[in-house]
């Protein structure tokens, strides 16, 4: 219980970092999206653009958890995890600054798993992208843990934790704006569990 606790803490400070990053980022594409949508239109602009800041912010946190428990389990190539990076260090003589890349190059691992397309496919979430200063961050968290022990269930307490326990005030994340498809599907995991059978 006490390392759910601590990768909830990491992942909300990536959110928190990732907020204030984009925070101005994109307005007029997320005009755009609004009124294209009419989705959620009763909320003030500058309520609207955090809540989609919001939840970009937790969908990449889900890819990140989904692709370290996938690396992890040996499913894909070891890219951002711990044994990853120690390969990384012994060819690229300045790994961090191509953490964005490794990062895109496991996004990619993850697309080519069938079961994988549809929680990695492009939405409207991904206008803003995990650049090197995200993924340092999120990958220097992560590669302290080892997922291999977990299950899905875990990966399912460990993003509701954060998700669904928010303890906003007002609009849901989760009825916000369109469906994250990384989101929908850690919290559809159960679901998908005899598809995911190693």
Not at 96 to 116: C, R
Not at 181 to 192: C, M, P, Q, S
């Amino acid at each position: 219980m006490k390392i759910i606790n601590k990768i909830v803490s990491d992942l909300k400070e990536f959110v928190d970092f990732f907020k204030i990053k984009y925070k101005y980022d994109q307005r007029g594409v997320l005009k755009r999206y609004r009124l294209k949508s009419g989705l959620n239109k009763k909320l003030k602009d500058d309520i609207w653009y955090d809540l989609f800041l919001e939840k970009a912010a937790y969908n990449y946190c889900a890819k990140f958890l989904l692709i370290k428990f996938f690396e992890d389990t040996g499913r894909i190539g070891s890219k951002i995890n711990k044994s990853g990076l120690e390969k990384w260090h012994d060819l690229v003589t300045n790994i961090g600054a191509q953490y964005g890349n490794l990062y895109k190059l496991a996004e990619s691992d993850m697309v080519e798993l069938e079961e994988m397309r549809i929680p990695f496919k492009k939405v409207d979430y991904d206008i803003y992208e995990i650049d090197d200063e995200l993924a340092e961050f999120m990958i220097e968290k992560l590669k302290e843990y080892d997922f291999k022990t977990f299950s899905y269930q875990t990966l399912y307490k460990i993003f509701t934790s954060m998700y669904l326990n928010d303890k906003r005030q007002g609009p849901s994340l989760q009825y916000f704006y369109k469906p994250a498809n990384a989101i929908e599907y850690i919290l559809d995991i159960k679901n998908h569990e005899e598809n995911l059978v190693q």
